[in-house]
């Protein structure tokens, strides 16, 4: 019997280690446990939705006060000084009017003459006016959309015959072209010597009479009084009779180029013809910075002479105011 059980005695040390093992374990787990409270060993029970939601309706939405803390940091910036409110009249002044219909300007601006390219809004269309402030006083041209204005805050958007638009400090305004600027045309001095004889005579031609009053006397072209006078009388309808732009050569103006010309004015009687391109006046080229001056430098003569470009021929027309 001794020998049997020494025979198997490591089992029975075996399942003695085993036991003392498992009484161990359990005596340090319950240790623990007691330690950390015993809801680390109850199994975690998942909550429905309903559940969660009344916990949160338990715990109450939050209140203004409880976001006062963002606000007092202005941790975003959002309080800032020094900004003066804007009432809406101040924005209704500084609202640009460009889409809307122009008004007659308060300016001080006399056109003396205009350019049109194309619908007028081209920067090759300009306008002459007296006095701008650009040259001290003195007449001076103005380009579509250029920088160089004739007065502060003001750019030019249109030229059209009779008139041109610009923006005056957000506005759109108009000035139209002035006819009596003190500046005296080709024509003038000529209007002073048969005054007496237009008031004679009827309130003024008619298109009829313009036609005889323009005759040939050699090469001469002859012009009565009474055909400037009514030319003068009947500017709309001058403007309509003529169409003119500029005449570029190699990227510069090289004249004005006649486009078209009607039937039976005072213009075809002049000799003027469609595709001629006018280079000179009494010897001075004619550009659309010049052309305005030279027109004013006649104001005393009786005669005067426009080169004219026709086709690849240079001729030279000449006239005579009587």
């Known amino acids: 019997m001794v020998i049997i059980l020494k025979r198997y005695s490591w089992c029975l040390h075996f399942v003695t280690i085993a036991i003392s093992c498992f009484l ?6 319950t240790f623990v446990s007691s ?20 916990t949160e309706d ?7 006060e409880d976001y006062s803390v963002i606000a007092e940091r202005n941790i975003f910036n959002s309080q800032a000084s020094g900004l003066e409110e804007v009432s809406t009249e101040d924005m209704a002044g500084e609202i640009l009017n460009e889409g809307g219909p122009a008004v007659k300007t308060s300016l001080d601006v006399r056109v003396l003459g205009t350019l049109v390219v194309g619908e ?29 204005s004739f007065s502060a805050n003001v750019r030019l958007t249109k030229v059209m015959k009779d008139r041109i638009e610009f923006i005056n400090n957000g506005r759109l305004e108009y000035a139209e072209l002035s006819l009596d600027s003190g500046k005296k045309s ?12 237009k008031a004679a005579g009827s309130s003024g031609p008619s298109e009829e009479k ?7 006397e050699g090469n001469v072209t002859v012009i009565d009084q ?24 190699d990227g ?14 005072i213009i075809s009687k002049l000799g003027i013809k469609r595709g001629d391109v006018l280079e000179k006046i009494n010897g001075q080229e004619l550009d659309v910075k010049r052309g305005m001056a030279l027109f004013s430098e006649l104001k005393d003569q009786k005669t005067f002479s426009i080169d004219v470009l026709r086709g690849d021929k240079h001729t030279t027309l000449e006239y005579e105011i009587r």
């Open 120 to 148: 007028g809004i081209d920067r090759r269309s300009s306008v002459t006016v007296g006095g701008g402030k650009g040259k001290g006083g003195k007449d001076d041209v103005y380009y579509v959309g250029d920088e160089k």
């Open 24 to 29: 161990v374990a359990q005596a340090i787990s």
């Open 58 to 64: 338990e715990k109450g939405a939050p209140t203004v």
């Open 35 to 54: 330690l950390l409270g015993s809801n680390l060993l109850t199994p975690a029970v998942e909550t429905t939705p309903a559940e969660e939601k009344i």
């Open 210 to 216: 313009v036609v005889e009053t323009v005759g040939k």
């Open 252 to 265: 510069r103006v090289a004249g004005m180029k006649v486009l078209s010309v009607k039937p039976g004015s």
């Open 226 to 249: 009474s055909a400037i006078d009514d030319a003068l009388a009947n500017l709309d309808r001058f403007y309509t009779e003529v169409r003119i732009v500029p005449h570029f050569k």
């Open 186 to 197: 080709i024509f003038e001095s000529a209007e002073k010597v048969h005054g007496e004889k």
